[in-house]
C-alpha cells in the first residue's frame, strides 16, 4: 500500500479524539490525542488539543509522566490541582506495570530487592502487599494503606481483599520506616501475628513481612517470628 497526500482543500472537518476512538479505535489516536482524553478540557488560553501538543513538545512523552512531586508537576508546567494530579496518577501506574510480568519471588531477599524502590519517593509510612500465583510469579502488586508519618492503621480486611479477591495462596507484606532503621516496634509485630492467624484461617500462606529501612530490610520469616 502506498501513501497519498491529499490537497489541504480535500481535508475534511477534523474528527475528535472520542469520535475517532469511536470510529477507528484507540490505537489510531496520535500521542497529543490521547493525552488530549485524559486531560478533558484545555486551560487558561489553550484548548485542550493545544494544551497536549504543547506538553508533549516541552517534555516529551516520557518526560511528562517523570515527575515525583505534586509541587513539580504544577511549577514545571503551570498546571492547576486537578490535571497536575492526573499526570501525576498517570506516571504511578506507568511505573507499577512496568516491572516484568514474569518476575517469580521464591525468598525474602528477592521479595526485598523487588519491593525497595516503590519506598524511595515516600516520606511516609506504607503497607505494600504483593499477591504471587502457584508458580510465585507476581500476580498483584500494590498499596494497602499510608500514614501521616512514622505510624498507620489498616483493617484486616483491606490486608487480605486482594488474597481474596484473586484467589491466590501466598502473598507477602512490606511496610517502610522512612525516618529509621529496618526494626520491628511492638505493634508491628502483633500486627504480623494478626495477619498470620487470619491468613491461616483463609488457606493462605503469608510467606513474609519486611520492614524496609534506610540500612536495608528486617524479614519477619528469616528471625523466625513467621
Known sequence: MSIKLIPFSDIQKEEKPREKIML?????????????????????????????????????????????KLEDVQSSTGLPFVKSCILLAIGEYINRFNKKDDV???????????????FKKSTFEQLRIVCLDDQRRV??????????????SVALSDVLHHPIRLNIRSF????????????????????????????KKFGLSFDDHIIVGKNGFYSFSLKGIL
Open 24 to 68: 477507528y479505535g484507540s490505537e489510531s489516536l496520535n500521542d497529543a490525542e490521547l493525552l488530549s482524553v485524559i486531560l478533558g478540557t484545555g486551560y487558561k488560553d489553550m484548548n485542550v488539543k493545544e494544551l497536549s501538543g504543547y506538553l508533549l513538545s516541552e517534555f516529551g512523552s516520557r518526560g511528562l509522566f517523570q515527575f515525583n
Open 104 to 118: 517469580r519471588i521464591k525468598s525474602s531477599e528477592q521479595f526485598y530487592e523487588y519491593i525497595k524502590d516503590d
Open 139 to 152: 500476580l498483584y502488586s500494590g498499596l494497602i494503606a499510608q500514614g501521616r508519618g512514622n505510624s498507620l
Open 172 to 199: 507477602y507484606l512490606a511496610h517502610n520506616h522512612p525516618r529509621g532503621i529496618a526494626r520491628p516496634s511492638k505493634e508491628d509485630i502483633g500486627f504480623t501475628l494478626k495477619i498470620k492467624e487470619a491468613a
